[in-house]
């Protein structure tokens, strides 16, 4: 059997990963932030602190 044909499987694998990385890492890169942030229209989000992240337990 041709040692090339042995590995062709496995050459194929590491290039369908390699290319799903590489297009997957540009997409991270890529900003969420769509527009300038008002500071004036903050508003606070409920349930998203752990609840034992209070004040008094700051050194």
Request: without cysteine.
């Amino acid at each position: 059997m041709n040692k090339l044909s042995t590995y062709q499987p496995q050459t194929a694998f590491v290039i369908v990963l390699l290319a799903t990385l590489l297009f997957s890492v540009q997409s991270w890169s890529q900003s969420q932030v769509i527009g300038v942030i008002d500071s004036t229209k903050l508003v606070r989000l409920q349930g998203n602190t752990h609840p034992l992240a209070q004040a008094s337990f700051d050194q």
